[in-house]
C-alpha cells in the first residue's frame, strides 16, 4: 500500500508559479511511476507529468515548457513546478503512483490562477 499527500497549492495571479509537492508512504520501494493529473470543475481529470523512477518524464502538450516534474527518489517525493500559470491550469491537481498492478491517487490540492 501507498499512501500520497500533496501540499503547495494555493491562489496566484496569471504569469505567476506554483511548486507542489507530493510525498509517498508506505511501500514506497516498489513505485514505478509517479505523476500529476488535474481536474477542472464540470471536465475529465487529465493527465499534467508523470515522471518514471528512471528519470523519464511525460508532460501534457498544454504545460509544455511551462511545468516541469521532478522526483526524489530517496525521499520517495515528487515534484511540479508550475511557470507561467494561466487561468485555465485552475484545477485540483492529484498526484498519483504506480505500484505493482495498482494505482494510487491523493486528496488533490487546489491551484487557482486569476487574470
Known amino acids: 500500500q501507498v499512501q500520497l499527500v500533496e501540499s503547495g497549492g494555493g491562489l496566484v495571479q496569471a504569469g505567476g508559479s506554483l511548486r507542489l509537492s507530493c510525498a509517498a508512504s508506505?511501500?514506497?520501494?516498489?513505485?514505478?511511476?509517479m505523476g500529476w493529473y488535474r481536474q477542472a470543475p464540470g471536465k475529465q481529470r487529465e493527465l499534467v507529468a508523470t515522471?518514471?523512477?528512471?528519470?523519464?518524464?511525460n508532460y501534457a502538450n498544454s504545460v509544455k515548457g511551462r511545468f516541469t516534474i521532478s522526483r526524489d527518489n530517496v525521499k520517495t517525493t515528487v515534484f511540479l513546478q508550475m511557470n507561467s500559470l494561466k487561468p485555465e491550469d485552475t484545477a485540483v491537481y492529484y498526484c498519483n503512483a504506480v505500484w505493482y498492478q495498482f494505482t494510487f491517487w491523493g486528496q488533490g490540492t487546489q491551484v487557482t490562477v486569476s487574470s
Open positions: 515522471i518514471t523512477s528512471g528519470g523519464n518524464t
Open positions: 508506505g511501500s514506497t520501494h516498489s513505485i514505478n511511476t
